[in-house]
């Protein structure tokens, strides 16, 4: 039986995979450890209160009481998502991406540490990373997990310096680590400040659909229950040490996935039609990387691992939950998320 805590677990992958390993591994226990910032929620949870395997500890990363309390003999893995994740507050506030992502990994290593975590004794911790750590693709080649890390933007350096810390901790202590990158996720509990919910939500609203610079950069999208089921196969399977490349082979520009949610939008919403000539071009991101695209073979050969959502399927499904789920994105929208709006897009 494994006891598995899994730090970030009130945000938008950290509670998919706490609902994931509910769902799937009867015999699990998890433990959601979360600070609960911004975007942290315990909403997002709310499915599992009453799971007896299910418990809750709000704690903070960079502090090493909260990890002392939560992180104790019996937890036999740790699946680590807390950090701060949003590109555009990077740019405008490094501090917190620093104390956060490479602090807070820094004591989550210096806590099993502590405990001495070997692979023998039946531990191991999976640090969830990002393929922004490779900087930026022009328009052909992909990410492997061979890449040179070139992050572009504060939120990627913080997570590249996270990754590094993890691999160093491997090759200095031998501590049963192992990391993943993966490309960008879509799906339920994804907080508005990101591109699929922030433009689902202002369709409906019939606000401006703020399309930075001309729209043409390309992401590599992956459904998060996919991503979930990658986290799961590595955890079970991954060689510790080792990174795996995590992608949904699905690359699309900007304008394509506006696009495609105002044609959602006009079909469930025919009210507010046409959705898209709400698209409005702002002033575009600094740095912007142009395109991101995983070759993920090493996962899918060596792991077994496959997606199971395409991305038109996926899409679809993510707008239909966030008309069905107002409920929880409006007491989002009326909180800090209000002045972050003001701050980022202006009136
Ligand atoms: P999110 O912002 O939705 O959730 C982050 C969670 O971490 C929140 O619940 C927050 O309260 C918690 N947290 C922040 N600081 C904390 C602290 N000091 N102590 C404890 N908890 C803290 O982010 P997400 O999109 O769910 O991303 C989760 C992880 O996956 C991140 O590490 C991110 O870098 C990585 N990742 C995300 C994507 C993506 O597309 N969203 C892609 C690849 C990798
Ligand atoms: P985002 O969801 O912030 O993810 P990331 O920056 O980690 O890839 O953004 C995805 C893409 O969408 C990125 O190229 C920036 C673009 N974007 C917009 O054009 N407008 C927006 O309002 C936002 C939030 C993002």
Redesign the pocket.
Known sequence: MRKILVTGAAGFIGANFVYYILKNFKDDQVIAFDKLTYSGNLANLKECEGDKRYSFIQGDITEKKDLQNAITDQITHIVHFAAE????RSITGPEEFIHTNVIGTFRILERIRELKWTEQGGKKMLHVS?D?VYGTLGSEGFFTEETCFQPN?P?SASKASSDHFVRSYFHTYGLPVVTTNCS?NYGPYQFP????P??TINALLGKPL????K?D?I?DWLHVEDHCSAIETVLAKGKTGETYAIGGRSERT?MD??NQICAIMDELHPEGKPHSSLITY?KD?LG??FR?AIDCSKTENELGWKQKHTFEEGLRQTVEWYLANQKWWESILSGEYKDYYKK??GN
């Open positions: 994740s949003h590109v555009d990002t922004e933007s939120y960008n400040e990101k591109l699929i922030l433009m703020p399309v930075y610079g729209g950069n992401r900007n996935i506006v702002v991101r912007h990387d991101y980022q897009y």
